[in-house]
């Protein structure tokens, strides 16, 4: 199509600007006068570029800049050593054992998420809003110890709502073909709302900072990372190396499992017969399950599994090369974009079956195992795996759960949701659903 329709369609929806081909295609070529771009859904191309040589693909600096006025050096943009660096010291805060710890804090945002949802019964809800509001009070609580009725809290979760709309995660400059040098893209607004956002991240990270010198800091995942020491270098993370990681923990940490979870939910919504069973599962864990039984909601780990699949909240990701590469016949120069796209390769006709379908089910199907293996990647894959995938796949199965124990669902069929992507994938006009008590 022209250049001139392709940033007309790109402008009003990244996702519906893609020919309807590279559902089915391994490869695709988008040549531009400045640089080459190719989209990757053949799995062990996708394999080389994020496993097994992810040092020779770093990130794209075209991505990063759009970024970079709200994330700073935070570890999404980062390459090289730097990035290694930090990965050591944020990883510890994100394992397993410590991940059991952080739980108590989910827990109690996701009561608070159900009260407030329990208070809307009988009403036809804007569910995106629910989860953002609970996503980020998850991620205020395990990082701050504080709830998001907390002032300063408010302050960063509204601030953060207006960024998102000003700033896709894909901005325009990855995919037009303009020289590096041509300034655009950066909006007013979206660089005062970064600037807005740092500076209350600062607040919380300085005020952070002296408790821990006092020693009366709650034991969250701020303190954990706050004095945790690079176990090559010996060093910590200064305030200001903090607020970058703290905007990132904020932006990829609420964002993605919010967009998750809406659409989790309106899938069980348009599909009675699994939210039954859900619900039958949450109420057969009783009142208060804790951390071990989290792995006993098989059927609510499927069902968010399949959300996932189905919309990624990341719809795309892309890397650069840093010399001359030969994928599938073709050379690509350096500096050339390559993109990853979980939109794409989770719908792909040649590896899917049903790819369209909502079925959970599949999971334990030969074809959804080999699928999960090769070519399923909502956080990515290889050492930049997303830090947070374990904390999403606790906190999104545990909400999911808790909600449809109480909680019936339905969709309305005047208001089928569109996809868009804004910085995470979401419903153009929000997801309505009717709630009742079950
Ligand atoms: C359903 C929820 C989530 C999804 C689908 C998701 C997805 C992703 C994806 C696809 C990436 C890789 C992006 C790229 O390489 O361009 C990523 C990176 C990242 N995510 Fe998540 N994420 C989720 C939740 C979280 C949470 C809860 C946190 C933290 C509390 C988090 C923190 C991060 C960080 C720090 C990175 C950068 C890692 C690096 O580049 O080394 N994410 N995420």
């Not at 407030?116 to 009988?122: E, I, Q, S, W």
């Not at 709650?218 to 990372?225: E, G, S």
Request: aromatic share 10%; proline share 7%.
């Amino acid at each position: 199509m022209s250049l001139r329709r392709y940033v007309k369609l790109f402008r009003a929806d990244i996702l519906s600007a893609q020919p309807a081909r590279l559902y089915r295609a391994w490869m695709a070529e988008f040549k531009t006068p400045f640089f080459r771009s190719y989209l990757i859904n053949q799995p062990d191309l996708v394999k080389t570029v994020l496993k097994d040589r992810p040092l020779d693909f770093p990130k794209s600096g075209r991505i990063s800049e759009g970024l970079r006025p709200l994330l700073g050096d935070s570890v999404f943009l980062t390459n090289g050593a730097l990035w290694q660096k930090q990965r050591r010291i944020i990883d510890p805060a994100f394992e397993g054992g410590r991940l059991r710890e952080t739980y108590p804090a989910m827990w109690e945002a996701a009561q608070a998420a159900l009260a407030r949802l329990t208070a809307r019964t009988g009403e036809v809800v804007e569910i995106e809003e629910q989860t953002s509001h609970a996503a980020a009070d998850i991620i205020f609580r395990t990082l701050f110890s504080i709830p998001i009725e907390d002032a300063l809290a408010q302050k960063v979760f509204h601030e953060f709502r207006a960024y998102q709309r000003t700033q896709p995660i894909l901005n325009l400059a990855a995919f037009l073909p303009l020289p590096r040098w041509m300034p655009r893209f950066f909006r007013a607004d979206t660089k005062a709302a970064a600037k807005r956002i740092r500076g209350l991240i600062t607040e919380l990270t300085e005020r952070r900072r002296a408790e821990i010198a006092a020693g009366r800091a709650p034991d969250d995942l701020a303190t954990k990372i706050m004095t945790t020491r690079d176990p090559e270098t010996g060093e910590r993370f200064s305030t200001e190396e903090m607020v970058d990681q703290v905007a990132i923990f904020f932006l990829a940490g609420h964002e993605t499992s919010a967009s998750a979870l809406a659409w989790a939910l309106y899938l069980v919504a348009t599909h009675p017969e699994w939210q039954e069973r859900l619900a039958e599962e949450a109420q057969a864990l009783g009142d208060a399950p804790d951390f071990a039984d989290i792995s006993k909601l098989k059927l609510s780990r499927d069902v968010f599994r399949e959300a996932l699949r189905l919309y990624p909240p990341v719809p795309m990701m892309v890397r650069e090369t840093t010399c001359p590469e030969r994928f599938r016949d073709r050379d690509l120069p350096r500096g050339a974009q390559v993109v990853l796209s979980p939109w794409h390769q989770h719908r792909h006709e040649r590896l899917w079956d049903n790819p369209d379908g909502f079925d959970p089910a599949r999971w334990s199907t030969e074809n959804g195992r080999q699928c999960m293996r090769e070519a399923y990647m909502p956080f990515s894959a290889g050492p930049r795996v997303c830090t947070g995938a374990g904390f999403a796949m606790v906190e999104g199965v545990l909400m999911l759960s808790l909600i449809l124990r109480d909680l019936k669902l339905t969709a309305l069929p005047d208001k089928v949701p569109e996809p868009v992507a804004f910085l995470t994938v979401r419903a153009r006009d929000g997801i309505h659903l009717a709630v009742d008590r079950r």
